[in-house]
């Protein structure tokens, strides 16, 4: 049997007739095709068009005051990026999106990324429901997302393989490196203060595991309802041998609750411990809160720059415009969410990496970027990462870090403890590179 | 229950479902996914029309419903890993159970203290929720899986069955809606919403119609809400909460109370307009809000409540 080669095959059969047959029919199905529902019109993107980055910002809602500071960190690492020559020689552009701090709009901004802004990832989201909400979206859309969110959502497998979180550590790790500090230095039997709902349960559910694991206890748990103003008929709960008292309030409340915790206890207080979410944005010298002096706060990135500060911190502090106390250096009153913010400049490098690892070009890239991604295993501490060294889990696609614990002592926050990599570890849960892309 | 749907309405609304189910073959990407998500808003706006609209029932509690019906889909997909058509099923079940038994004790008020009873069982709705974190997940909520959401082997997630999956829920919503507000039963809620005493001097049980008419209206919205969990793969507390209850009144006042296409048409507008608004800026509600003033100094009865009143009178 002869056989032909295909190429000559291929220009034999080409004739004028042909040709404008073959182009008639091709146009015939492309119309056809245009015509088919949910026909989807992308067009790769060009080598010389700048990388969009869609920017999922909770400028409005309870999510605000993170959201303007994720946006300005945003797009301080964005300006870096592209002063140094881009990623693969392309410019970053990032495509910001109010998501309203609501799930329902998450979800349909990250479809907007997707399909009307074609944007090549999508980044930012800090609040646990937004992104939970918004993961089924950008997994049937293909979009990788990289949320800055410190939930155990990413972590838990309950997403999708298109999720990371590779910029900032998860709330299981913060808490149970937190435990053998606090049951060596401040006590072993600790009353629970926190809000009901999923954050402050995550806080109840790992702190209490890990403090049981260090032969403490906890005494009491006093979970507040998310509607509460006042907080002075719960103190009476607290146990009286509460050696530590555990406190993880967020929003508005936060100024009444550590006011009327004063009241409560006068100066017969137990050592409290705080998480610093509950005055992200608030200016630790703001009246009603010196019952807070001397109490300790986990910090993930310290607000105040410390002594032992690296060059790193001075550059990034300088490029998103905070001063050495962590407000703006435009108005000493706006301060920063210096414990999340980082996560965004983290991230962008994170995914200039991968996207320079996997030779990323355009959203045909994804699959390769995604795998790229999951082959990250550690990051050193750099410019780029200013928190500190991280190691990354491509299975669970969440980095895990270093914490700091700070106590507050003359109208700041010192670090007086650092915790190791390994003080965060847990089993992983998942593995999402089981899934297809 | 005789039913008196005029040929021309009936053809205007198939007109208007021609014309959505034609849409998916001409929209770009976005806004046919978008319009997607505006379909299942809008049964949920529809089922709110059918008590404040038509009966006059003034509710700003109806996110419990749309959440008893998402919660349903949700929850039965995720604990006991029923596909989809059983755990819609659920979900529409808990939405008329929730709204019945709701009715019969919020019923027993009217005018303002109902809207108040209607908002503080919608917040005790949520606060369950919140509450129970261990089975509902809490605020966080939770995603349900895409291997679940699938009917007869067809994806929802896929954006062409998810298109055609809400335009066919819609259709028989808008369609069940016009056929009982067109019918005697409709007409005895629409004179309970003009003038309940002479309705109650007619000899009508004005609690069983306003029990049916909420129990409709709350099931219509449960599909909404399983609708939604089911389609786009999320179930979540902030659909319990009061903005959820606020949205489909905005969206009904803007189409047009008490008309069939108005919560259609002001899903989309209000949709629309978040939508540009937000590219523009953070402010967006102010532009919602002057909408709103707008609309209540220029077309005080909503765009197709307006039209009827100066135009087309047998509009139902």
């Given at each position: ?10 220009v ?93 709009r ?33 997994g ?13 959502h ?15 550590t ?42 049981a ?28 041998a ?18 009327e ?137 969440q ?11 003359g ?13 965060g ?13 | ?24 073959f ?22 709110y ?68 009873v ?23 909520g ?5 291997t ?47 003038n ?8 009508n ?24 969990a089911l389609?786009?793969?999320?179930t ?22 008490g ?25 967006y ?11 209540i ?20």
């Amino acid at each position: 049997m002869k056989i032909q080669k295909p190429s000559r095959l291929a220009v034999n059969s080409v004739t004028r007739r042909s040709a404008l047959k073959g182009l008639g029919a091709a146009a015939g199905a492309s119309a056809v095709l245009s015509a088919a529902p949910g026909f989807v019109r992308y067009s790769q993107a060009q080598s010389s068009e700048p990388i969009k980055i869609g920017f999922q910002v909770h400028r409005t809602g309870i999510g605000a005051s993170y959201g303007r500071w994720y946006e300005r960190v945003t797009n301080a690492a964005a300006k870096l990026i592209n002063d140094e020559g881009g990623i693969n020689g392309r410019m970053v552009e990032i495509v910001p999106e109010d998501d309203g701090t609501d799930p329902k709009r998450g979800a349909e901004v990250v479809e907007k990324f997707a399909t009307r802004h074609n944007c090549d990832v999508a980044f930012g989201t800090l609040f646990s429901h937004v992104v939970i909400g918004s993961a089924p979206a950008a997994g049937e859309q293909k979009l990788p997302y990289f949320v800055v969110s410190e939930g155990y959502h990413v972590a838990s497998g309950g997403l999708n393989r298109y999720v990371f979180q590779p910029g900032i550590t998860d709330v299981r790790q913060q808490i149970s490196s937190m435990a053998p500090w606090v049951s060596q230095n401040l006590g072993k039997k600790v009353t629970m203060v926190y809000p009901d709902f999923a954050f402050g349960h995550d806080h109840r559910d790992f702190f209490s595991k890990a403090i049981a694991a260090q032969g403490g206890e906890v005494l009491e748990l006093i979970p507040i309802p998310p509607t509460e103003s006042s907080f002075t008929r719960y103190f009476p709960r607290i146990p009286s041998a509460t050696e530590v008292l555990y406190h993880v309030m967020v929003g508005p409340g936060v100024l009444t609750f550590v006011k009327e915790m004063g009241e409560h206890f006068g100066s017969n207080r137990p050592e409290i411990f705080g998480f610093i979410d509950s005055l992200e944005a608030v200016d630790i010298n703001s009246p009603g809160l010196e019952f807070l002096e001397g109490s300790h706060f986990w910090e993930a990135y310290p607000r105040y720059k410390q002594a032992n500060s690296s060059a790193h911190d001075a550059l990034y502090r300088k490029a998103v415009g905070i001063d050495d106390s962590g407000a703006s250096t435009a108005d000493p009153k706006d301060v920063s969410t210096a414990s999340h913010m980082f996560g965004c400049w983290e991230t962008l490098f994170t995914i200039k990496d991968a996207m320079e690892a996997s030779g990323y070009q355009s959203t045909a890239d994804r699959g390769k970027l995604i795998e790229a991604m999951e082959a990250i295993t550690t990051i050193a501490e750099s410019r780029e990462h200013p928190q500190g060294e991280k190691l990354f889990n491509g299975k669970i696609h969440q980095s895990f870090g270093k914490q700091h614990i700070s106590k507050v002592a003359g109208g700041r926050l010192d670090v007086v403890h650092t915790t190791s990599l390994e003080d965060g570890f847990y089993e992983p849960e998942a593995d999402y590179t089981t899934q297809a892309l | 229950m005789s039913n008196s749907v005029s040929p021309r309405a009936l053809v205007l609304h198939l007109g208007v479902l021609v014309i959505l189910f034609a849409l998916q073959f001409v929209l770009p990407p976005y806004h046919n996914g978008i319009a997607a998500r505006i379909m299942v808003l809008a049964i949920y706006a529809i089922g709110y029309n059918i008590a404040f609209g038509y009966t006059g029932l003034l509710s700003l509690g109806h996110a419990m419903f749309f959440s008893a019906g998402m919660y349903g889909a949700g929850m039965s997909a995720r604990l006991l890993e029923f596909a989809a058509p059983s755990a819609f099923f659920v979900g529409v079940i808990c939405a008329i159970l929730a709204s019945c038994l709701f009715g019969l004790l919020a019923l027993r008020t009217a005018g303002v203290a109902f809207m108040i009873v209607t908002l503080m069982f919608s917040q005790a709705a949520y606060l369950v929720i919140l509450y129970f974190n261990n089975v509902t997940r809490g605020d966080e909520g939770f995603v349900i899986e895409r291997t679940l959401r699938q009917i007869g082997g067809l994806d929802l997630a896929d954006p062409v069955v998810r298109y055609n999956a809400a335009f066919v829920l819609l259709a028989v919503c808008l369609i069940g809606s016009l056929y009982l507000v067109s019918s005697s039963t409709g007409r005895v809620m629409i004179a309970i919403r003009e003038n309940e005493e002479r309705t109650r001097m007619l000899g009508n049980n004005i609690f069983a119609y306003k029990l049916l008419a909420l129990t409709a209206s709350g099931t219509v919205a449960g599909i909404g809400g399983a609708a939604y969990a089911l389609l786009f793969g999320y179930t979540g507390a902030a659909f319990a909460e009061i903005q959820y209850s606020i949205l489909p009144l905005l969206w009904t006042l803007v189409g047009g109370a008490g008309t069939t296409l108005g919560p259609i048409l002001g899903t989309a507008a209000m949709f629309y307009l978040v939508d540009i608004a937000s590219e523009f800026t953070s402010a967006y509600l102010f532009f919602v809000g002057l909408a709103l003033v707008l609309m209540i100094l220029l077309l005080p009865k909503g765009v197709l409540g307006t039209v009827r009143e100066k135009f087309v009178r047998w509009l139902p």
